[in-house]
């Protein structure tokens, strides 16, 4: 089946500490987004990819990067991770379409604690 | 700006009773609106989604929701819950980006609780 693929599923890193999460696609999809979301909060955009393009949202704070090396995986990386930084990200994917119509296809997600 | 908003951040229902789940839309153009649903420690799954097709849009699991552009609503139901549709329930509008693709404005979302 054509799906999302995140891992870890569970990833604890320490305070400042570097981590590296991963998202990977069968569906071919042109665009790519990273979202972080807190307890009981709605999903918050970081940024996302159409193609290789880059799409930071404004409020995403210059600790998180990604990079995406081919159509098919999508990495997160958060530089020196804080207590505010422990949230569940989550990966999705949608098509390149002209209107908007196409809905996003999401990730199981990756819930990261910070010691 | 496009925007969505969920009336009632927790809905309880008993098993079996109609649920209705609120949602109401902010748009200056005819708006792409979706419906998804996330358990647990999981990711989010598309429950249904408005394109304009038709007004009355069936999902998955049995939900359904209608359009209605003269309340600017595209509230949530089914008829009869189930203890596994517990869930948080998040409508989506999408909008488009200075790059050229699209992302979603999500609601606050809406915990469902089911009683037995």
Known sequence: ?115 | AQSVTQLGSHVSVSEGALVLLRCNYSSSVPPYLFWYVQYPNQGLQLLLKYTSAATLVKGINGFEAEFKKSETSFHLTKPSAHMSDAAEYFCAVSVPTTSGTYKYIFGTGTRLKVLA
């Open chain 1, 1 to 115: 089946d054509a799906m999302v693929i995140q891992n870890p599923r569970y990833q604890v890193t320490q305070f400042g500490k570097p981590v590296t999460l991963s998202c990977s696609q069968t569906l071919n999809h042109n665009v790519m987004y990273w979202y972080q979301q807190k307890s009981s909060q709605a999903p918050k955009l970081l940024f996302h990819y159409y193609d290789k393009d880059f799409n930071n949202e404004a409020d995403t704070p210059d600790n998180f990067q990604s990079r995406r090396p081919n159509t098919s995986f999508c990495f997160l990386d958060i530089r020196s991770p804080g207590l505010g930084d422990a949230a569940m990200y989550l990966c999705a994917t949608s098509r390149d379409s002209e209107g908007g119509y196409d809905e996003q296809f999401f990730g199981p997600g990756t819930r990261l604690t910070v010691l």
